[in-house]
């Protein structure tokens, strides 16, 4: 039987299975990207709730796993060479279990890089952008009289979104006919924008039609619906 016990997260929140890959995480737009990859892998896997309302992941156990605080975390008990790897940061998650399954990246080196270079364009502009305007509209940002902040991060989500048409407007997914975990990266911090944030009138999603029709096409898929829920919140 495999043996985590090494791994001081396991004291806290402790795996029934552990010889499935084990998640750390919360329903956000960065911790539903592992599960939604997950599903659409049809890796066996035991999801746990790190609940960052209570700030659990400043505690010792989750700190234990990612010195940075935050979701999502893996714990892989079947790594490189059989060993377990402990792995944060959800682009490096995406990307790892990919390359772990050959499977949502594509085969040919160039297409593989410019699947990674949309990952890598969510991970340092979607995310920051949007949660940004999250933060300015819906939440505490509605305190500050000066509106600046906030328009500043809507421009700039608009423009992002923007790429994003252009990007879409002649493909069905981002990198064409292959769903790949660019698409995975980037439709949760859309549907939070749209549907939670519910800034879709400030950024005039109205007017990005082609990435509106993906949406709709990444949440329709039986991953998504699944992945969006994990974990289950109780």
């Known amino acids: 039987m495999t043996d985590l016990s090494s791994f001081a997260i396991t004291a806290r929140w402790p795996a029934k299975e552990p010889e499935k890959l084990q998640l750390y995480s919360f329903a956000t737009p960065n911790g539903v990207k592992v599960a939604i990859a997950l599903e659409e892998l049809g ?12 700030n659990e992941t400043w505690t010792e156990p989750f700190l234990s796993l990612n010195p940075n605080g935050k979701i999502p975390a893996i714990l892989d008990p079947d790594g490189p060479g059989g060993k377990p790897l402990a792995l944060f940061e959800s682009g490096a998650i995406l990307v790892y279990l990919a390359e772990k399954t050959g499977k949502l990246m594509p085969a ?9 270079q949309w990952v890598f364009f969510q991970m340092a502009a979607i995310g920051p952008m949007f949660g940004q305007l999250g ?13 600046r902040p906030l328009e500043r991060y809507a ?13 879409l407007s002649g493909g ?39 990435v509106a029709a993906w949406l709709d096409r990444c949440l329709a898929r039986p991953a998504s619906a699944k992945g969006l829920a994990i974990p289950a919140r109780g």
């Open 43 to 54: 890796l066996p896997y035991e999801a746990h709730l790190v609940d960052i309302t209570k």
């Open 135 to 147: 933060f300015f509209h819906k939440f505490a940002g509605r305190e500050i009289e000066d509106k």
């Open 155 to 167: 421009g700039e989500s608009k423009r992002l979104l923007g790429v994003l048409e252009g990007r």
């Open 108 to 116: 040919d080196p160039a297409r593989r890089y410019e699947t990674i």
């Open 172 to 210: 069905k997914w981002m990198m064409g006919e292959d769903y790949t975990i660019a698409d995975i990266a980037i439709f949760p911090w859309v549907r939070t924008l749209r549907d939670f944030y519910e800034a879709g009138d400030l950024v005039g999603f109205g007017g990005f039609p082609a």
